[in-house]
């Protein structure tokens, strides 16, 4: 059977990719941010995960405007890195794993999540950068990867709660696939950020570190923060938290937490992660 | 979950300080914006864009308030009239300014002060979560 085995949440952030990419991760400003991923860098090599569902969102990469899927699922072979205006990112082609990435898009469906299907699709530094901070730079990606591209951007996103019972509904479906998987979830963007306006700038230390808290300790108050509050706290695409709680559904009930990182700034954003276990 | 009224979720978003929320609304008047800045993800694009700016936007139904606001990189502007900052990162990279650089100018801070706030823990939210609370 195939089994969900642990959650990671960590920020996405381009401009961490680019300091990975330019041999910068040891500057001074860089150092505290990849610091905190040192343990996690570790403990996944030891895991050794078969695939990774990984939710993240799609930055104007591969949908514009034209079609905006809330939940999509990509079920592909591969899925080469987008050139996002400056060139693609000097990272390996993404594996999928069209068996599971399938299975889970028809098992939803019955479970009544409407999932949109993708069979072509370019992966942004929403799906690369996590990849890097976990991974660093092989030639290779070690591990088979089912993106789950949110909606985060046209309002209204999924609500949180929605997010949590479509994580359920993840779990449900990996546990039902025939063959011998070791599966992780990983929720990634976020903590707080707001890119645009006046406000910009915006990091609500206090507020995220209760978001992490909350993440392993009274995890079901999380489902009902309406989206007026991560707006109003942690800047405009704060919102992008919604999608850690997908992996956090998916988790269970009760989760360990096996480590923790908070830092700001990474560019404009505050950089947070969480590695997460379910306990049975 | 109870069902939220649809008026009074998108009321509230108008009541956070010096943020415009991407609501449809926005979304529909900045369709072109959005798409036109998406067409310089294209290297062949970002070459004829370059080479001429204001012949490039007439490809695109945009108006003359929108073509303004592109080619004068007023960002706070180009959100007012539809636009949407992953989008708009395309306008911004193509200039080779990094988010930092581009965001810094919708805050009226220079990039120094804006990158030294950052440094120091960013914008606090106190006072900015919304207008009619002053909070």
């Given at each position: 059977?195939?089994?969900?085995?642990a959650?990671?949440?960590?920020?996405?952030?381009?401009?961490?990719?680019?300091a990975?990419?330019?041999?910068?991760?040891?500057?001074a400003?860089?150092?505290?941010?990849?610091?905190?991923?040192?343990?996690?860098?570790?403990?996944?090599?030891?895991?050794?995960?078969?695939?990774?569902?990984?939710?993240?969102?799609?930055?104007?990469?591969?949908?514009?405007?034209?079609?905006?899927?809330?939940?999509?699922?990509?079920?592909?072979?591969?899925?080469?890195p987008?050139?996002?205006?400056?060139?693609?990112?000097?990272?390996?082609t993404?594996?999928?794993?069209?068996?599971?990435?399938?299975?889970?898009?028809?098992?939803?469906?019955?479970?009544?999540?409407?999932?949109?299907?993708?069979?072509?699709?370019?992966?942004?530094?929403?799906?690369?950068?996590?990849?890097?901070?976990?991974?660093?730079?092989?030639?290779?990606?070690?591990?088979?990867?089912?993106?789950?591209?949110?909606?985060?951007v046209?309002?209204?996103?999924?609500?949180?709660?929605?997010?949590?019972?479509?994580?359920?509904?993840?779990?449900?479906?990996?546990?039902?696939?025939?063959?011998?998987?070791?599966?992780?979830?990983?929720?990634?963007?976020?903590?707080?950020?707001?890119?645009?306006?006046?406000?910009?700038?915006?990091?609500?230390a206090?507020?995220?570190?209760?978001?992490?808290?909350?993440?392993?300790?009274?995890?079901?108050?999380?489902?009902?923060?309406?989206?007026?509050?991560?707006?109003?706290e942690?800047?405009?695409?704060?919102?992008?938290?919604?999608?850690?709680?997908?992996?956090?559904?998916?988790?269970?009930?009760?989760?360990?937490?096996?480590?923790?990182?908070?830092?700001?700034?990474?560019?404009?954003?505050?950089?947070?992660?969480?590695?997460?276990?379910?306990?049975? | 979950?109870?069902?939220?009224?649809?008026?009074?979720?998108?009321?509230?978003f108008?009541?956070?300080?010096?943020?415009?929320?991407?609501?449809?609304?926005?979304?529909?008047?900045?369709?072109?914006?959005n798409?036109f800045?998406?067409?310089?993800?294209?290297?062949?694009?970002?070459?004829?864009?370059?080479a001429?700016?204001?012949?490039?936007?007439?490809?695109?139904?945009?108006?003359?308030?929108?073509?303004?606001a592109?080619?004068?990189?007023?960002?706070?502007?180009?959100?007012?009239?539809?636009?949407?900052?992953?989008?708009?990162?395309?306008i911004?990279?193509?200039?080779?300014l990094?988010?930092?650089?581009?965001?810094?100018?919708?805050?009226?801070?220079s990039?120094?002060?804006?990158?030294?706030?950052?440094?120091?823990?960013?914008?606090?939210?106190?006072?900015?979560?919304?207008?009619?609370?002053?909070?």
């Amino acid at each position: 059977m195939a089994r969900i085995t642990a959650g990671v949440a960590t920020s996405h952030v381009p401009a961490i990719g680019a300091a990975i990419d330019l041999g910068k991760t040891k500057d001074a400003y860089w150092q505290p941010v990849f610091a905190g991923y040192d343990w996690s860098r570790q403990w996944i090599a030891g895991e050794k995960p078969d695939v990774v569902i990984l939710v993240y969102n799609d930055h104007a990469s591969a949908f514009d405007m034209k079609i905006i899927p809330t939940f999509a699922i990509g079920c592909a072979e591969s899925f080469k890195p987008a050139d996002e205006g400056w060139g693609p990112r000097p990272v390996p082609t993404v594996e999928g794993h069209p068996d599971l990435a399938w299975h889970i898009a028809q098992s939803c469906i019955l479970d009544e999540f409407d999932m949109t299907i993708i069979n072509e699709m370019e992966v942004d530094h929403g799906l690369t950068v996590p990849l890097s901070l976990l991974f660093g730079q092989p030639d290779a990606w070690p591990v088979k990867v089912i993106p789950l591209a949110v909606n985060v951007v046209t309002y209204p996103p999924p609500s949180g709660n929605r997010c949590w019972l479509l994580g359920e509904a993840i779990r449900r479906a990996v546990e039902s696939f025939p063959g011998d998987l070791k599966v992780q979830v990983w929720g990634t963007g976020g903590m707080s950020h707001q890119l645009q306006g006046p406000r910009a700038g915006l990091i609500n230390a206090e507020w995220d570190n209760r978001f992490l808290d909350m993440m392993s300790q009274d995890s079901q108050r999380l489902r009902s923060i309406p989206h007026i509050e991560y707006l109003r706290e942690t800047g405009s695409e704060g919102i992008e938290m919604v999608m850690w709680l997908i992996m956090r559904g998916a988790l269970g009930s009760e989760v360990r937490q096996l480590h923790r990182h908070y830092h700001v700034p990474a560019s404009n954003t505050a950089v947070g992660h969480l590695v997460l276990e379910p306990v049975a | 979950m109870s069902h939220l009224d649809i008026h009074s979720y998108l009321a509230a978003f108008d009541d956070i300080p010096g943020t415009r929320v991407y609501t449809v609304a926005r979304a529909r008047k900045g369709y072109w914006i959005n798409q036109f800045a998406m067409s310089l993800m294209k290297p062949e694009n970002r070459a004829r864009w370059k080479a001429d700016e204001t012949a490039y936007l007439e490809g695109w139904n945009l108006d003359d308030d929108q073509k303004a606001a592109i080619l004068a990189r007023d960002y706070n502007r180009l959100l007012d009239l539809g636009g949407n900052i992953y989008f708009l990162a395309k306008i911004f990279s193509t200039d080779g300014l990094s988010f930092l650089q581009a965001v810094s100018t919708m805050t009226g801070m220079s990039v120094e002060d804006y990158q030294a706030m950052m440094l120091a823990g960013g914008r606090s939210p106190n006072g900015v979560r919304s207008i009619k609370e002053g909070n």
